[in-house]
């Protein structure tokens, strides 16, 4: 199976299964794990922040984050097909009491002007806007980086309000810093908090990390504590997570190189059978996740017959249809994916 659903889906190789097996570990509710303090001290590095909590999981991180930088009956301002909106259970209104202020844009690279205009002051009557969450790479909008030139305009807006933050959902960040040859601390100067995922295209199995100030952090381990997110000996998948954190960023590129003959496909598919295959996206994907939209009453018919083939996508609403390029996907599956789609679409060109 060459499963294109998520890039969650990789599983550890031997030399990372290795380093788990002999991980040096210890309590870490106590902060006695010499492995997640190794992990914590690098990402910290990284990512330009004072300090770093490694975390179960993304959801905690960004959720986490969104308890420490609001109060009951704020606003949160988010791009409307965000991660923390669409798909984290409504934690954000049901753990700290929030309401979100989603803000859609045709064009991705003009939300900030967008969302800017949506912005609520604290007034008798208002749910004022106490914090800014950006996700970068965007899910949702096919891997997209967010612009350099969005993030310095909001890190503007953000210096020139107080009492707001701005949180990066930083998932895939390491796929944005590869796409734009940056550092993944200059994509994060300027904001208070980021969470950054070790298990998506870094491959590890389990985790992510808080990343903020000193202080911001020993509350957001007070908060983890107290959501049941205080893990023991948890050095042991820390230790994955470091060794994907070493060896496994720069590859990064090879995912990207994938996901653009999958753009490629994609826009041919919608060339050529017009009736069938209604838009791509991204047509020249910047990062790993490529989007394909087929006629609505399509979509199940096309990924139940991509898995008979020997594919595996996800559909996400609307006839579209997400393939994701990652650690696991060589080079060499390419051809057999793109024939696995050019034979499935004349297959269910016969249901139009
Ligand atoms: C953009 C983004 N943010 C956050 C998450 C949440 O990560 P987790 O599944 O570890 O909770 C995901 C998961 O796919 C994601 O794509």
């Known amino acids: 199976m060459i499963d294109l659903r998520s890039d969650t889906f990789t599983r550890p190789g031997q030399a990372m299964r290795a380093v788990m097996a002999t991980a040096i570990v210890g309590d870490d509710v106590f902060q006695e794990d010499p492995t997640i303090k190794e992990l914590e001290e690098e990402v910290a590095g990284i990512t330009g922040f004072e300090s770093a909590l490694y975390m179960p999981s993304g959801t905690m ?13 704020d606003s ?4 409307a097909e965000s991660h923390v909106f669409i798909y ?13 202020d989603c803000v859609g844009s045709a064009d991705f690279t003009q939300w900030t002007a967008v969302a800017e205009a949506s912005f609520r002051v604290d007034s008798l009557h208002s749910a004022p806007t106490s914090l800014i969450v950006v996700e970068n790479t965007h899910n949702r909008h096919g891997g997209r980086v967010f612009p350099v030139s969005g ?35 200059g994509l994060l100067s300027g904001f208070d908090s980021a969470s950054v995922c070790f298990s998506k295209g870094l491959g590890a199995p389990v985790g992510s990390a808080l990343c903020g100030s000193r202080e911001f952090i020993g509350r957001a381990r007070k908060v983890r504590k107290r959501w049941g997110g205080g893990m023991r000996q948890a050095g042991i998948v820390a230790a994955g997570a470091l060794y994907a954190l070493r060896h496994h960023r720069e590859r990064i590129v090879e995912d990207h190189q994938r996901g653009l003959m999958l753009g490629k496909l994609f826009r041919e598919l919608c060339a050529e059978f017009p009736d ?77």
């Open 88 to 100: 984290e259970a409504g934690a954000g209104p049901a753990l700290s009491g929030i309401q979100f």
């Open 61 to 73: 991180a960004n959720q986490i984050a969104i308890n420490l930088h609001t109060r009951p009956g």
């Open 76 to 79: 949160v301002l988010i791009e």
């Open 276 to 352: 069938q295959a209604l838009d791509a996206k991204t047509p020249n994907p910047q990062t790993n996740m490529v989007y394909l939209q087929v006629r609505p009453e399509l979509a199940d018919p096309m990924v139940q017959s991509l898995a008979e083939a020997g594919v595996l996508v996800l559909p996400t609403g609307g006839g579209w249809i997400r393939a994701v390029t990652h650690l696991d996907i060589p080079a060499d599956a390419m051809p057999k994916v793109a024939s696995a789609f050019l034979t499935c679409i004349k297959e269910v060109s016969g249901f139009v």
């Open 151 to 185: 993030l310095d305009r909001i890190r503007a807006f953000r210096r020139d309000r107080t009492g707001v933050a701005l949180h990066c959902d930083g998932a895939r960040i390491w796929n944005a810093a590869v796409a734009l040859g940056q550092p993944v601390s």
